[in-house]
């Protein structure tokens, strides 16, 4: 897992633009290409250093605003569902926190890969998860699991779970016959103060305790980092990111850009997506 420095520091974890200059010994890249990288932090800048080796080609055909949205969100989306859980098509998949910039690249992902999937989200949202799930669930409902169970009797064979929340321990009797459970989204809680800290021994006290129960009925269960992949397999990366960009171009997904914003007003981007009043990602233009 990667924490962010100290502030003060410049955040950012994606970007798209083009290269400027280069070292006397670079070979991949020349000035003026078009390219793509996952920063961790330090994207919120009009001139970033970067290695060779974290930049990836970004067709020109491609729309930036697009293009950057595929870095992180569809990137997590595609590892989990196609590396970590295997899933193939016509699987069961359910997807907890579906109507978040991950959770509607798993659903756009899951339609692509012929996935039967399903969605749980609050119900204001489930008009907007009904254009990519199949069946979409109130999260809030106090019957939740007998609901999500009706869906999928025989279980499902894929449930992601990125709330950090009960579902986790609800999701493992969701879980079919060779089932596995993937949780995503908690190595943040490590970085920050006290107060993130007892959450975050909380939240992993509860995922081990899934852990061991998924292994109990003879399941599995994984936990994704999309720094920790990358690092594993930075090839992977690679190939999954022109895989992706493939079906970007090809319309097969379609990122949801809640608005495209200057730099300038990056504070106010932050303030909005606290406010959780932003549907999609926030792209930031350079001035």
Do not use: C
């Not at 950090?164 to 908690?186: A, D, E, F, T």
């Not at 909380?202 to 990358?230: D, E, F, P, Q």
């Not at 930075?234 to 970007?248: G, I, M, N, T």
Request: charged share 25%; aromatic share 6%.
């Amino acid at each position: 897992m990667s924490a962010a420095p100290k502030p003060p520091f410049v955040p950012g974890y994606d970007i798209v633009g083009r290269v400027l200059h280069i070292g006397p010994s670079v070979t991949t890249v020349r000035p003026g290409d078009r390219v793509a990288a996952l920063t961790l932090h330090g994207s919120y800048a009009e001139i970033v250093y970067l290695p060779e080796s974290d930049l990836y080609p970004v067709p020109e055909e491609l729309d930036p605003a697009e293009a950057v949205a595929v870095i992180l969100n569809y990137m997590t989306a595609y590892q989990m569902l196609h590396r970590t859980a295997e899933a193939k098509a016509g699987s069961r998949v359910l997807i907890h926190g579906a109507a978040g910039g991950v959770g509607t690249a798993l659903l756009q992902l899951g339609a692509a890969a012929g996935l039967r999937m399903a969605g749980a989200a609050g119900d204001g949202e489930r008009e907007r998860l009904l254009r990519y799930a199949a069946d979409a669930v109130d999260s809030r409902r106090s019957d939740l699991g007998e609901a999500l169970r009706k869906l999928a009797p025989e279980g499902y064979d894929v449930v992601i779970e990125g709330t950090g929340g009960p579902q986790v321990k609800q999701s493992v009797p969701l879980l079919g016959r060779g089932g596995k459970l993937v949780v995503y989204g908690v190595a943040h809680l490590f970085a920050g103060g006290r107060r993130r800290a007892q959450r975050a021994v909380r939240t992993y006290a509860g995922l081990a305790a899934a852990r061991v129960r998924v292994r109990l009925r003879g399941n599995r269960s994984h936990i994704y980092s999309i720094t920790a992949s990358k690092k594993r397999h930075p090839e992977w990366f690679a190939e999954d990111l022109s895989r992706l960009f493939d079906l970007l171009r090809d319309r097969r997904i379609a990122p949801v850009i809640a608005a495209r914003m200057p730099l300038s007003e990056a504070r106010r981007a932050h303030e909005l997506l606290e406010r959780q009043q932003a549907f999609g990602k926030i792209v930031l233009l350079p001035s």
